[in-house]
Structure formats: structure tokens, C-alpha cells
């Protein structure tokens, strides 16, 4: 049975502090080994723990997990975010995703948006997009941040080197509050994302994916890559590590994404709240009362 080991981890994880190449360092194309088969079966596996994991989470009430999904376009968010969250209770579990700003989004600071979207103790948080879309997009165009109204010193030569702090500085604030947070770049090929595009484009029950301005930010594609490679460097921290997920096979990506975040959850030693004395007293009451009845 594949299991998400060290080593694995150790490869998919961005080393804070390091400066590492994407195009040299993280294959989109990761050879596991696995059939289709074991993998499906891995990912069965790490769904069962995740259900029970996240019920404990629940109960607990006392942590969250925020999971942030970065991607170009076609690399599979939307299928890891069904696939892997499958085993959840809708009940404590939330999605958000990140469009293009609103008006009243743009009159706010960068982080106001992501701030009211974030999980509550107890539950699991995933965001498809995020706020490092302001580290990337707006990066690849420039004309998004003039769009955002900032006084001359919040868009100046330094903004990136600024939005990096301080979304580091935010993510240590969750991370000191009890938020564990996981962020994963779904990490396609240009040759793999046209072959889904072309895919896209062949199947009608497929068009409704398909829009041309995916076309349009394609061609943007170094850029892109330049944007995420200076966005992982800055932002893999030790409070909250980026993972690399090889993309280009789908059920492999799937697999180390539950895997990861099982590794994560299992590290919290979640257990059950354990009901003090006196309300056992008042259990042993109410069993005795409905058995009166
Ligand atoms: P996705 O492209 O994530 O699968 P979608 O196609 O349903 O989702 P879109 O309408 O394409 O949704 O919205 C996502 C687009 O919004 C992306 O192109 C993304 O770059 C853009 N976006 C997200 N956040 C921002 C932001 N803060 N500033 C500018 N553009 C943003
Ligand atoms: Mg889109």
C-alpha cells in the first residue's frame, strides 16, 4: 500500500528559506510507481482517515485546517477538491472561491477578503484560490493593482517583497491561534494543460470548463511560473509550508494531497473531549430517567 513516507514528503515539500528552482526541483510529471489500482486504493485509505480525523476535529472544537489550492488553469482543483474531501462531513467543511475582487472587495486591504472566509475552530477550510492570487495575477498584470486604489508606498518598487511579509505575518497569526495551515501548487505542464484544454474544447459536456481567457493567461506562462517560483521561496515557511503536487497525473496528485494532509491532522493528536466527572453523574441521571419512563 502507498503511503505518504518522509521521503515523499520531503521531495513535494518547498524548504523555507530555500531557493528553489520550479522547473529544475519539481517535476509535474512525478513517477510513483503506482497502478491504478493502488492508487485508487491509497486514496480510499487516506479518505477513511481523513473522516475520522475531521470528526474529531469537530468534537474538539478546538483547532481548523485551512487548505489553500494554487494552480494554472486545467491542473485539477476542482477534481482534488471533490476527490479528496469526499469522506467529509458537509457539516464542518467550507469552500471558498477566489474570483476576480468585487468593487467592495477592492475597497478593502488584500488580506480583508480572505479574513471573512476563513474556518472556524472545528472545521476544515479550503480555498480554491486564494489571496496569493495578489502575489501572482496581480504580479502578471499590473494593471489589477492599479485597480486597487493603495497609496503610493503600498505599490511601489517593494510591494511584492511587502505582500510576502505580510502574508507571512498573517499566516503566523492563524497558525499561533490554533489554524493549521496547508497550502498545495497543483503543478501541471504547458504540454498537459493544452491537452486538456484541447479535451475541453472536443467534449461537450466539457465546454462549460472551457473559457478563452484561459487561452489569453496561458500565453502569460513564464510569467506565471517566475510569479509562483518567487512566491514559494518567500512564502514556505516552517508555520506553513507550500507542497509542490506533481499534476500531470491525476490520481498520483490526489494521493499525496490526502496524504499530506492526514500527516498534518495526525500530527495534532486530536482526540475526543473527555467529560468531566460531574457531567458523567448527569449522564448516569438522564439513562436512569428515560429508562423510568
Ligand atoms: P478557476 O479558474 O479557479 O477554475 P473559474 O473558472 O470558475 O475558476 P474564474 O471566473 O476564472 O473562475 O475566476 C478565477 C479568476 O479570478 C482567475 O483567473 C484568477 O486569477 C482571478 N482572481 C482571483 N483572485 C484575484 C485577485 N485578487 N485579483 C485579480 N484576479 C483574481
Ligand atoms: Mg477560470
Not at 521521503?7 to 491504478?36: H, M, Q, T, Y
Not at 491509497?42 to 468534537?59: F, H, I, M, N, P
Not at 498573517?170 to 501548487?185: D, M
Request: hydrophobic residues 40%.
Amino acid at each position: 500500500m502507498f503511503e505518504m513516507n518522509a521521503e515523499i514528503l520531503k521531495r513535494l515539500r518547498v524548504k523555507p528559506g530555500k531557493k528553489i528552482s520550479l522547473a529544475r526541483d519539481f517535476d509535474p510529471d512525478f513517477d510513483a510507481s503506482l497502478s491504478r489500482e493502488e492508487s485508487e486504493a491509497a486514496l480510499r485509505e487516506s479518505v477513511g482517515r481523513l473522516t475520522e480525523l475531521q470528526d474529531k476535529l469537530y468534537a474538539q472544537n478546538t483547532y481548523s485546517l485551512l487548505v489553500i489550492f494554487q494552480a494554472m488553469d486545467a491542473a485539477g482543483k476542482d477534481g482534488t477538491i471533490k476527490h479528496v474531501m469526499s469522506g467529509l462531513n458537509p457539516q464542518g467543511c467550507q469552500v471558498f472561491s477566489f474570483k476576480a475582487p468585487s468593487q467592495e472587495e477592492l475597497d478593502h486591504d488584500f488580506l480583508w477578503r480572505p479574513a471573512k472566509a476563513l474556518p472556524e475552530r472545528g472545521r476544515v477550510g479550503i480555498f480554491n484560490r486564494s489571496y496569493y492570487e495578489e502575489v501572482l495575477v496581480v504580479r502578471v498584470h499590473p494593471e489589477f493593482l492599479e485597480r486597487q486604489q493603495l497609496p503610493p508606498h503600498a505599490k511601489g518598487k517593494g510591494v511584492w517583497k511587502q505582500r510576502f511579509q505580510q502574508i507571512n505575518n498573517f499566516e503566523r497569526h492563524l497558525v499561533e491561534n490554533g489554524t493549521v495551515v496547508l497550502k498545495f501548487f497543483l503543478n501541471v505542464s504547458k504540454d498537459e494543460q493544452k491537452k486538456r484544454f484541447l479535451e475541453r474544447i472536443a467534449e461537450p459536456e466539457k465546454h462549460w470548463k472551457f473559457s478563452a481567457q484561459d487561452v489569453v493567461e496561458r500565453g502569460h506562462w513564464d510569467a506565471y511560473m517566475a510569479a509562483y517560483q518567487e512566491c514559494f521561496r518567500a512564502t514556505s515557511t516552517d508555520w506553513a509550508p507550500w507542497y509542490v503536487i506533481p499534476a500531470d497525473d491525476k490520481a498520483f496528485m490526489r494521493v499525496a494531497v490526502a496524504g499530506i494532509i492526514c500527516r498534518a491532522l495526525e500530527k495534532l493528536k486530536l482526540s475526543y473531549p473527555v467529560i468531566p466527572s460531574d457531567k458523567l453523574h448527569a449522564l448516569a441521571d438522564a439513562k436512569a430517567a428515560l429508562e423510568a419512563e
